[in-house]
């Protein structure tokens, strides 16, 4: 990866795209569509589709047409597995130009966005390929006189509800497994980052799934998102994205079909370090890492700093240091290290929630504004607030900016129940020598992960769910092919 392919990549036109259906590009019924803004530096990069209610229903007869016609949900595991590994070739071969048109399109910096979008991508599709034939059913221990079997079998039609953060990466670990176990699939993409999985839909077909298997509904969550939840034809849900969406989702679900609805929702994570940690200053550049990065649009960041007292104002220091001298700025370049904010809207909401951190008293360290506002692009300055409690507005609800507060704490005890003291149970980590210590903090923290002396980069082997309302189901490893079977029983008198 060089500036000069990237560069090259960046200065290409982008082609309006639309709907993709039953193996084509298709506008919206009603000829709806809705501009792309480039967060690097707010000017116009294309437009996409606004599907509207009837795009949906044609997108979901289309899914459980293929479903039926068995080209896919009754293809030999073999050969699904043949097609998912070609699909994963071909995210590789294309990975630059994929990485690149997802940036473009949100603004993740592209250093990030090789590795996490299109390099994630491509494992999960090969994760999926090798799992999927390696799952067998059952023989249940009945008494001699029957036979009891438990077949898993493809759900039929699957609709996945995915956010504009890291879009190829949380959209393949929906469409991935889902395929794999024989299903049709109803994509939705986030309206502010949808280019990068258009393309993917595409490269599904270009290497052999059959059409009508994965289509794309591109538009506004209110429409296309609203039509797809409460759509009597799709018999499972999977959404990665807010709690409010979230809700908005089990009522589609309750006032439609009763379809299974799998929620992979916000975070509040803390990142507990002890005074016994074993290198303050790595745990200060990981920790600045895992909430800065992306400019702190990720799910699993560590926006709430647990620091022991004894080390607080030296920990402390050693973030600010890392905060300042990190490189934000165009997202396209090699050596920048926190891109965009991903629209103009969202960088309000930081703001907003700067704004009212300093008015409920905390105090801040470092950053705490917009930058860089000659880009025409959404920038904002990695900030960290110290003398946060655990009461206030910052400390308890999800940023999704590159805002950090800090919490001082005395005791273990007390590290567990600030830790634990939100809504959400999505994240954490644990910074100690003391490996007693770590293993009762795994125990002892409600979360769907727990990292111990490091933050992130947990792989496909590892599942992703949150506890208490950061969500319910698995993205990633073999527990997530659960979410795409039903069970059947064949009870058979001999
Ligand atoms: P969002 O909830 O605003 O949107 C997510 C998706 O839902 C988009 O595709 C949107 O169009 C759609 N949507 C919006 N309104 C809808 C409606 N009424 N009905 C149906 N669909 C609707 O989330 P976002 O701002 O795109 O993403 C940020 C959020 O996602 C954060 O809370 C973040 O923590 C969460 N997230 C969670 C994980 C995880 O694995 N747990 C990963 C990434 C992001």
Redesign the pocket.
């Given at each position: 990866m060089d500036q000069s392919s990237i560069d090259a990549l960046a200065a290409a036109p982008v082609a309006p795209r639309g709907l993709f259906i039953g193996g084509q590009w298709v506008t919206a019924s009603n000829g709806a569509v809705l501009p792309v803004t480039s967060p690097i530096d707010g000017q116009p990069l294309t437009t996409i589709a606004d599907a509207s209610a009837a795009d949906v229903d044609a997108a979901v007869a289309s899914a459980r047409r293929a479903f039926h016609r068995g080209l896919w949900s009754r293809a030999a595991p073999a050969e699904r597995k043949k097609v998912m590994h070609r699909i994963a070739d071909a995210i590789e071969r294309e990975a630059l130009s994929l990485a690149v048109l997802g940036v473009r399109d949100n603004g993740t910096e592209i250093s990030m966005a090789i590795k996490a979008e299109p390099g994630s991508a491509a494992g999960t599709f090969r994760y999926y390929a090798e799992a999927l034939d390696k799952i067998p059913g059952e023989i249940a221990p009945t008494a001699e006189s029957v036979l009891g079997l438990v077949h898993r079998e493809p759900v039929g039609v699957v609709g996945a509800?995915?956010?504009?953060?890291?879009p190829l990466m949380?959209g393949a670990w929906k469409i991935a497994p889902a395929l794999a176990a024989g299903n049709s699939v109803v994509l939705?993409?986030?309206?502010?980052a949808s280019l990068s999985l258009l393309r993917l839909a595409e490269i599904c077909t270009e290497c052999g799934l059959p059409e009508g298997v994965l289509n794309v509904v591109t538009g506004?969550?209110?429409v296309s998102?609203?039509a797809?939840?409460l759509h009597p034809d799709v018999d499972v849900l999977v959404?990665?994205?807010?709690?409010?969406?979230g809700r908005?989702?089990l009522e589609y679900s309750a006032r439609s079909n009763l379809k299974r609805v799998y929620l992979?929702?916000?975070?509040k994570s803390p990142n507990v370090v002890f005074a016994d940690a074993p290198d303050l200053k790595q745990a200060a550049k990981v920790s600045a890492a895992g909430i800065f990065r992306n400019s702190g649009q990720v799910?699993v960041a560590g926006s709430r700093l647990l620091v022991q007292r004894a080390v607080a104002e030296e920990f402390t220091e050693l973030l600010a240091a890392e905060a300042r001298a990190m490189k934000v700025g165009n997202p396209l370049r090699l050596d920048t290290q926190a891109g965009a904010i991903s629209s103009e809207m969202q960088l309000a909401r930081v703001a907003g929630m700067v704004a009212q951190a300093a008015d409920e008293g905390a105090s801040l360290v470092t950053g705490g504004a917009r930058i860089l506002p000659e880009t025409g692009g959404s920038y904002f300055a990695p900030t960290i607030f110290a003398g946060v409690a655990p009461e206030m507005t910052i400390a308890r609800e999800?940023v999704?900016g590159p805002v950090l507060g800090v919490l001082p704490f005395d005791t273990e005890e007390d590290a567990i129940r600030i830790a634990n003291g939100t809504d959400y149970g999505?994240a954490a980590a644990v910074w100690t020598g003391n490996l007693g210590r770590a293993h009762r903090m795994v125990r002892a923290i409600d979360a769907g992960v727990v990292h111990v002396n490091t933050y992130g980069g947990a792989d496909n082997t590892v599942p992703?769910g949150?506890h208490r309302q950061?969500?319910n189901g698995h993205?990633k490893s073999l527990h997530a092919m659960d979410k795409y079977v039903n069970l059947k029983t064949a009870w058979i008198q001999l």
């Open positions: 509800i995915v956010p504009w953060n890291f949380i939705k993409p986030s309206e502010v506004l969550g209110a998102g609203e797809l939840g959404f990665t994205g807010s709690g409010g969406v908005r989702l992979e929702l916000g975070g799910c999800e999704f999505l992703l949150g950061s969500g993205d």
